[in-house]
């Protein structure tokens, strides 16, 4: 373990901030890494999402004490999952309402802003206005949309840095994820972060989407937090020894954790096989909404369902996800140990 754990904080530069983040220590934010709350929606709609959020909120800050409000900041940010196209993102009246939640705790929306990687799958997706409507406004509802495609948003102080594959490998690479990453010719060692969730937010929350990858074993709460939120990303879809452990090294950077208040995952569309390329074929949808501080047990029970219908459908239900699940765990990002779940069944109200 020792070794392990050597060999990931040699790839990772961190630069210190000044001042803290959401969550005032470690120790604070691991005990509440058991709990998960889930929430039973009636249906998909607008005023579903938006009670379904409320009483998540509610719960969270009871619970907690942690209270959704503006700090010294006054900033938010909203990381959401559209990478795969238009058939399997984050629904918009998820983002909906938990824009409505931050706004009625005291945020402006223009003090929000939500974050993804490619302007061309957030305009297909419904996040960014389209081209018809010839306006220069980046926005959804009134809430800026940071484009981590245009490189505006990363900084050459805040970087992952390890060693690179084989071009061969990137072009295996390519074949698995598609054009949704940087062009093949970037061979620099380094993925910048996205500075917005490091530096310039009171607290950040993720909205992901769950989608088998063959790689991975999820594409799901912590790579979209990490993979998908850096620049120079095809290197490591290549092989099970690089994506799993540049996710965990990203997600265990303080500045990142610190702030990440918690995620909340829709079940209302997962794809159980051949991700993260969307097929409809493949999804399924449940009316939940599971929400946690912890992105691995959220991963471990997506993981957990994709297994049973791959048996379903005869497929081989064995994944790669463990060896994610064990470097974030040893990282202390986070359990994958369902044992310890303490459920908050939110009855609607």
């Not at 795969?84 to 402006?108: C, H, M, N, W, Y």
């Given at each position: 373990?020792?070794?392990?754990?050597?060999?990931?904080?040699?790839?990772?530069?961190?630069?210190?901030?000044?001042?803290?983040?959401?969550?005032?220590?470690?120790?604070?934010?691991?005990?509440?890494?058991?709990?998960?709350?889930?929430?039973?929606?009636?249906?998909?709609?607008?005023?579903?999402?938006?009670?379904?959020?409320?009483?998540?909120?509610?719960?969270?800050?009871?619970?907690?004490?942690?209270?959704?409000?503006?700090?010294?900041?006054?900033?938010?940010?909203?990381?959401?999952?559209?990478?795969?196209?238009?058939?399997?993102?984050?629904?918009?009246?998820?983002?909906?309402?938990?824009?409505?939640?931050?706004?009625?705790?005291?945020?402006?929306?223009?003090?929000?802003?939500?974050?993804?990687?490619?302007?061309?799958?957030?305009?297909?997706?419904?996040?960014?206005?389209?081209?018809?409507?010839?306006?220069?406004?980046?926005?959804?509802?009134?809430?800026?949309?940071?484009?981590?495609?245009?490189k505006k948003y990363y900084d050459k102080l805040w970087y992952h840095e390890s060693?690179?594959?084989?071009?061969?490998?990137?072009?295996?690479?390519?074949?698995?994820?598609?054009?949704?990453?940087?062009?093949?010719?970037?061979?620099?060692?380094?993925?910048?972060?996205?500075?917005?969730?490091?530096?310039?937010?009171?607290?950040?929350?993720?909205?992901?989407?769950?989608?088998?990858?063959?790689?991975?074993?999820?594409?799901?709460?912590?790579?979209?937090?990490?993979?998908?939120?850096?620049?120079?990303?095809?290197?490591?879809?290549?092989?099970?020894?690089?994506?799993?452990?540049?996710?965990?090294?990203?997600?265990?950077?303080?500045?990142?954790?610190?702030?990440?208040?918690?995620?909340?995952?829709?079940?209302?569309?997962?794809?159980?096989?051949?991700?993260?390329?969307?097929?409809?074929?493949?999804?399924?949808?449940?009316?939940?909404?599971?929400?946690?501080?912890n992105p691995v047990i959220l991963d471990a029970l997506m993981v957990k369902r994709?297994?049973?219908?791959?048996?379903?459908?005869?497929?081989?239900?064995?994944?790669?996800?463990?060896?994610?699940?064990?470097?974030?765990?040893?990282?202390?990002?986070?359990?994958?140990?369902?044992?310890?779940?303490?459920?908050?069944?939110?009855?609607?109200?």
């Amino acid at each position: 373990m020792a070794k392990f754990l050597t060999l990931c904080f040699l790839f990772v530069t961190y630069y210190p901030l000044a001042g803290g983040g959401f969550w005032e220590s470690e120790e604070e934010r691991s005990s509440y890494l058991d709990l998960v709350w889930e929430y039973h929606l009636d249906n998909f709609n607008s005023r579903n999402y938006s009670r379904g959020v409320k009483i998540l909120f509610d719960n969270f800050e009871e619970e907690t004490k942690k209270m959704l409000v503006p700090g010294k900041l006054r900033k938010a940010g909203i990381k959401i999952y559209t990478n795969s196209g238009s058939g399997i993102a984050t629904p918009k009246e998820l983002v909906i309402a938990v824009i409505d939640g931050l706004v009625q705790r005291g945020f402006k929306r223009k003090e929000l802003f939500i974050l993804d990687v490619s302007e061309h799958d957030l305009r297909s997706s419904g996040f960014v206005p389209p081209l018809s409507k010839k306006t220069d406004e980046v926005a959804f509802v009134g809430v800026p949309v940071y484009i981590l495609e245009t490189k505006k948003y990363y900084d050459k102080l805040w970087y992952h840095e390890s060693p690179l594959p084989s071009q061969s490998q990137l072009a295996h690479a390519t074949e698995l994820i598609g054009d949704y990453g940087e062009q093949l010719g970037d061979t620099d060692r380094k993925s910048y972060l996205p500075k917005p969730l490091l530096t310039d937010v009171d607290f950040w929350v993720n909205l992901p989407i769950a989608l088998d990858n063959r790689i991975l074993g999820i594409t799901g709460v912590l790579a979209n937090a990490t993979l998908w939120a850096i620049s120079n990303r095809d290197r490591f879809f290549v092989s099970p020894a690089n994506g799993p452990i540049a996710i965990a090294e990203i997600a265990a950077i303080p500045e990142l954790k610190s702030g990440w208040a918690f995620s909340i995952i829709s079940l209302e569309r997962y794809q159980f096989i051949g991700g993260p390329i969307f097929n409809s074929l493949y999804t399924r949808s449940e009316p939940l909404l599971w929400m946690s501080i912890n992105p691995v047990i959220l991963d471990a029970l997506m993981v957990k369902r994709f297994k049973y219908h791959k048996k379903e459908n005869g497929f081989n239900k064995t994944t790669r996800s463990n060896q994610l699940f064990n470097y974030a765990q040893s990282l202390g990002v986070g359990h994958y140990n369902q044992n310890r779940i303490q459920w908050i069944q939110l009855p609607q109200k």
